[in-house]
Every structure is written in C-alpha cells, then in structure tokens.
C-alpha cells in the first residue's frame, strides 16, 4: 500500500472551500501550478475529479461534498494535536462567540451571559443570531459557535448536544382578562377563548394543539405569529391568550397573567449545540460552561 501524504489532507480542505486553484494557492502559499498538480494527486488518490468546470467556476463533485464534512475536523484535529496546548487565561482572552438562537432566548438569558462573560473574560464578545430555521448548516460551516433550541430531525448527526432545561407551556392573557379570574380554567373554557398562534411557517398547530386534539377540542386560533415575543406584544393589548414556553419567557411577561394548563402538554427540552470541531477546544469549554450555568436547569 502507498504511503499517504497528510498534507494533501490540508490541500483539500482548502480547495474545497475556496473552490478556486488559484485562491487556494494563495491561501497555502503554493504556485498555481504546485496546487494544480496537488489536486492531480487529490483526484488520482481519491479515485474522483472532486472539482469540475462549470462556466467559468468549478464546483464540488458529489464525493467532494461528502469529503468537505469529513475533513475539516480531520485537519482541526491535526492541528489541536499539533499545537502546544496552552492554559486558559479567561483575563487575556480575545474571542468572538457567535450564539444563534429563537425567539425569546436572547431576550431572556442575554443580559445574564453578557454580565458573566464580561465578569470573567472582559475580552470576549458575543454575538447572537436569529434561528430562522434548524438547519445545521451554520454549525457546520463554522459561522456560529453554539446554538440553542429545541432538537430536531434536520440536525446533522456528528452535532454535539447538551440539554440546558426543561420547558412547560403555559397560557398567558392580559391583567384584568376573563379568564385570569379563575382559579382553574378548564380545557374546554381554554380552548373556547380566542387565541394567537405561534408559527414560523404560519400554520396552526403544535404540540398544545396536538394535546387537545386528544380530548376532541380545538383552539379558537383567531391570528398567527412567528415568534413568542409578537404573541406576547399581542396578548398584552388584546383579549387574545397565548401559549407559551414558561422559563423561554419568565423575565418578558410584564403586564401579562399567566395560568397553568389542566390538560397534559409535552414539555420542550431546551439544548445547547456545537461542532465537533469545538469539542476539545478550551475556550469554547468554557463558554458551553457559561452557557450551562447561567441558563441551564441547576440555575
């Protein structure tokens, strides 16, 4: 068997980010004709073009695609071994943390994590992200350090988790509304009021939806919103009740009642996200820790 040369390794991952000889040699420093006949021996090594014409692009065959996954964390892995390992010194540390998040968790946690990281690491920064979607893509991708919400089938399954808390889902209504007035509200006289959907995609349903399908009712859904802080708005200055995550929205909810439900709801487990890239790294071992200890359930 040939020996391997692990440097092709580096080569790769680099033409199957740029997916241009010519920028990839300048990134690693190479002639355009050193990387032209690198990914010669890319292609005859791997049996694959892995990069083809298009116009007057290449793009990524569908084994370079499959590679692309793979050896980014094999070349980051290669690199922390490497690498003298160095103490963490949280005093000296200079880092950006990208957060992406749903509706709601910024608004909640925010001001807590940025007090404690300011506290520990007075050189970090964070940046927090809308989560329009569950894709996996920007963990993948690099583009964002850590993620939260709810575990879904569209998450990549190499993707680490680490569950923070437990959420149940309770009503909200205005101060003064009907039903905020009773001591219990009934299944029935709930799903009888008027009420404001939570979707990003605009459709009814959920799993409070779901659970009173069970027992042959339906809500009275008269609006739909695609986030908890638009129903929350709405539900303030309305008659209309909204369902919410309970802890997703404990420090958001002034001027509004809220009121257990007497029917069974699945509860949402809230979890932290990240890529395996990250796994060992240190500084983002503290900032999961973070994360952990400011919005998890020992809180």
């Given at each position: 068997?040939?020996?391997?040369?692990?440097?092709?390794?580096?080569?790769?991952?680099?033409?199957?980010?740029?997916?241009?000889?010519?920028?990839?040699?300048?990134?690693?420093?190479?002639?355009?004709?050193?990387?032209?006949?690198?990914?010669?021996?890319?292609?005859?090594?791997?049996?694959?073009?892995?990069?083809?014409?298009?116009?007057?692009?290449?793009?990524?065959?569908?084994?370079?695609?499959?590679?692309?996954?793979?050896?980014?964390?094999?070349?980051?892995?290669?690199?922390?071994?490497?690498?003298?390992?160095k103490a963490l010194k949280l005093g000296e540390l200079a880092r950006t943390f990208t957060l992406r998040s749903s509706d709601g968790f910024v608004e909640n946690f925010g001001a807590a994590l940025i007090e404690r990281v300011s506290r520990e690491a007075p050189g970090v920064r964070l940046c927090f992200l809308p989560k329009p979607d569950k894709a996996s893509t920007p963990l993948r991708e690099g583009a964002v350090?850590?993620?939260?919400?709810?575990?879904?089938?569209?998450?990549?399954?190499?993707?680490?988790?680490?569950?923070?808390?437990?959420?149940?889902?309770?009503?909200?209504?205005?101060?003064?509304?009907?039903?905020?007035?009773?001591?219990?509200?009934?299944?029935?006289?709930?799903?009888?009021?008027?009420?404001?959907?939570?979707?990003?995609?605009?459709?009814?349903?959920?799993?409070?939806?779901?659970?009173?399908?069970?027992?042959?009712?339906?809500?009275?859904?008269?609006?739909?919103?695609?986030?908890?802080?638009?129903?929350?708005?709405?539900?303030?200055?309305?008659?209309?009740?909204?369902?919410?995550?309970?802890?997703?929205?404990?420090?958001?909810?002034?001027?509004?009642?809220?009121?257990?439900?007497?029917?069974?709801?699945?509860?949402?487990?809230?979890?932290?996200?990240?890529?395996?890239?990250?796994?060992?790294?240190?500084?983002?071992?503290?900032?999961?820790?973070?994360?952990?200890?400011?919005?998890?359930?020992?809180?």
């Open positions: 068997m040939p020996q391997l040369d692990f440097n092709l390794l580096l080569t790769l991952d680099v033409l199957l980010a740029e997916q241009n000889v010519a920028r990839a040699a300048r990134r690693l420093q190479l002639s355009p004709s050193a990387m032209s006949r690198a990914l010669a021996r890319l292609r005859e090594t791997t049996g694959d073009p892995l990069l083809v014409r298009a116009g007057r692009g290449l793009v990524p065959t569908p084994r370079a695609l499959e590679l692309r996954e793979r050896i980014g964390p094999l070349v980051q892995e290669i690199d922390a071994v490497l690498r003298p390992l350090d850590l993620e939260t919400g709810v575990l879904g089938a569209t998450m990549g399954p190499e993707i680490r988790t680490q569950a923070l808390f437990r959420d149940e889902w309770v009503g909200l209504v205005r101060e003064g509304h009907p039903l905020a007035q009773q001591q219990r509200v009934t299944a029935e006289r709930f799903a009888q009021a008027r009420h404001i959907g939570v979707s990003r995609r605009g459709e009814v349903g959920g799993p409070v939806d779901e659970a009173l399908v069970s027992l042959g009712l339906q809500r009275n859904v008269v609006a739909t919103v695609g986030g908890f802080m638009a129903a929350l708005a709405i539900a303030r200055s309305t008659d209309l009740v909204a369902c919410v995550p309970d802890r997703h929205t404990q420090n958001l909810r002034n001027g509004l009642q809220s009121f257990a439900l007497t029917f069974p709801v699945p509860p949402l487990t809230i979890s932290l996200f990240w890529h395996p890239r990250f796994q060992a790294d240190p500084a983002h071992l503290w900032m999961r820790q973070v994360v952990l200890e400011v919005c998890g359930e020992a809180r």
